[in-house]
């Protein structure tokens, strides 16, 4: 059975973890990373090799592996300075 749950919008993007629960009763982790809207929308799915002994575990490195993946590609926020009064 395959379970998304916990998406997460930062910016532009949409993280979404797919946790599937494997035959060996491990689990598998992925993550669909969806940008853009309408005809110009764009998903990126990773499927990940580890298997975990427990849902949680799955989702919580799906969830750090997209969050990493749109970190490596968002701008970086300038510095906010105090204000001379």
Same mark, same amino acid.
């Given at each position: 059975?395959?379970?998304? $749950?916990?998406? %997460?919008?930062? =910016?532009?993007?949409?993280?979404? /973890?797919? %946790? #599937?629960? $494997?035959?060996?009763?491990?689990?598998?982790?992925? @993550?669909?990373?969806?940008? =853009?809207?309408?005809? =110009?929308?764009?998903? #990126? @799915?990773? #499927?990940?090799?580890?298997?975990?002994?427990?849902?949680?575990?799955?989702?919580?490195?799906? %969830?750090? $592996?997209?969050? =990493?993946?749109? #970190?490596?590609?968002?701008?970086?926020? /300038?510095?906010?300075? /105090?204000?001379?009064?």
């Amino acid at each position: 059975m395959d379970i998304i $749950q916990h998406s %997460i919008a930062v =910016g532009k993007y949409l993280v979404s /973890p797919l %946790i #599937r629960h $494997q035959d060996d009763g491990g689990y598998a982790a992925s @993550v669909s990373i969806r940008s =853009g809207h309408g005809s =110009g929308m764009h998903d #990126r @799915v990773m #499927r990940f090799t580890p298997r975990f002994a427990s849902h949680a575990a799955a989702l919580g490195y799906a %969830i750090e $592996q997209g969050l =990493g993946w749109v #970190r490596e590609r968002a701008p970086v926020a /300038p510095l906010a300075l /105090p204000c001379a009064a």
